[in-house]
């Protein structure tokens, strides 16, 4: 039997700290391309999580890259000042690794940024496309998604440890 194909989507924004999904989709599907996988992975960069139902195909495992909001994040909206951020230097541990069972009480099951809820749609991927494969959701904490910002210090190490745990779910569900 081939191997089957795994679905990575990353989710973001040109916002500061929410462009975190699109950076790790894009750092996989470059090592998708070196490593000679890209028959077994397609990677897709989508602004909003409704796009995903065009990518959906059955049986195919899948796998989410979001930031998502935390307490003290700053977003367009918020009235948060500057002294109540997180630290600079935040762990990567903070990333959350999340299977879809788990999705409704975890963070992520809040309203997304870019619309909806991941719970939500899930639920109608599923009902629209039959039979999907497993799916997980990596979560990684945002700090500012103000317009014009640009990524906080500490994203590199959190875009890091989230690759590593996207490419370890490919590794396992491929």
């Not at 894009?26 to 990518?55: C, F, K, M």
Request: glycine content about 6%; proline content about 11%.
């Amino acid at each position: 039997m081939p191997p089957r194909q795994v679905l990575v989507f990353g989710l973001g924004s040109p916002h500061g700290d929410d462009q975190a999904g699109w950076l790790v989709a894009r750092q996989i599907a470059e090592q998708v391309v070196d490593e000679g996988l890209t028959n077994r992975v397609q990677v897709y960069e989508l602004r909003s999580p409704w796009d995903l139902l065009d990518h959906l195909c059955p049986d195919a495992p899948i796998v989410i890259v979001d930031a998502f909001a935390t307490p003290r994040s700053t977003a367009p909206s918020s009235d948060t000042p500057p002294t109540e951020l997180p630290p600079a230097e935040s762990s990567p541990a903070e990333v959350m690794l999340i299977e879809e069972s788990a999705l409704a009480t975890s963070p992520l099951a809040a309203r997304s940024s870019h619309g909806g809820s991941l719970p939500e749609l899930l639920q109608l991927a599923r009902s629209l496309a039959g039979q999907l494969g497993p799916i997980t959701i990596i979560g990684i904490p945002a700090r500012n998604c103000a317009p014009g910002s640009e990524v906080s210090n500490d994203m590199p190490d959190r875009i890091a440890y989230a690759k590593s745990l996207v490419w370890q779910q490919i590794l396992r569900d491929g």
